[in-house]
């Protein structure tokens, strides 16, 4: 299988590969957000899933795939360190402030800077089309965030740190998109650098989480967090490598907006899962951020 994706690299059929691993990793990475502003502590769900995908990846990152090559080492580090840098990020948007309010600003802000990376640094361009499906989509993200500003009552005292901390956050999005693109291209084996990926990933936060874990009052059960660690962890590994291989197959920016269709998905999981008022104008606002994805994608 790995000969033959690498084969598909830049073709045809790669380009179709790299549309619905976009579109996948959309999905799931609306599901995996729902998981961590889910019903625990979102801190505490980030370790269990982190300690999770560890633990799965290890085996096939020492006994299964081809070892890295000596210049890859620096690359993990730095994956590791923007990867770090995002998460905690992330938790704290999630700590501050509603799914349906921080998800559409963190995933629409950075496709935007994503562009400029890809452009800087794999020399890849948009046509006047796609360049109005990103301000489509950044239209999309500011009205949201202008909308949650003026009208939302809940959360009121907390709303501006989260969207702050959202769009940071986005900031983060693009580096690890575009980091990630370049370390995926950087091995012969796309799987090598995907196992020892998610195995170095997870180090840092089940540390953090057991330590917060420790001094709650009241801490959760320990079962419970860690079934939604474990299925969080094999979304993670279908989100996030679905995506770092569409950046191999095809264009980084193309598959980085594309992805932001979860937009869509988080909405719908906001309102039906985790009973959050949404409301039709905000329905929309998240649409306008979908529909300049589409635009990237079909006018390029």
Known sequence: ???WLISIEGTQTGHH?????ALMAAFLH???GALQK???DPWLTRGAIDGSYCVMAAPFALFVVPWPEPHM????AGAWVIHSIYKLLQAAAYTKGAYTVVYPVVRGTGPLFTVVGAYLIFNESFNTVQWIGVLV???????LALYNLMYLQTERDT???ALGLAVLTGVLVAMYTTFDA????ATANPFTFLAWFFMIDGFLFPIIAYRRWHRMEDSPAVGPLMQRGVFGGVIAFLSFGAIMMATRLDKVGEAAILRETSTVFAALIGWLVLKETVGPRRVMLMMLIAAGAVIVEFGG
């Not at 590969?17 to 691993?21: D, K």
């Not at 370049?182 to 291209?185: A, C, Q, T, V």
């Open 30 to 32: 609306a599901v995996f």
């Open 17 to 21: 590969m790299a549309l619905g691993l």
């Open 182 to 185: 370049y370390g995926i291209r």
């Open 73 to 76: 080492w620096p690359i993990f």
């Open 137 to 143: 989509l950044m239209a999309g993200i500011f009205g």
């Open 159 to 161: 709303l501006r740190a």
């Open 1 to 3: 299988m790995t000969d």
């Open 38 to 40: 889910g019903r625990h």
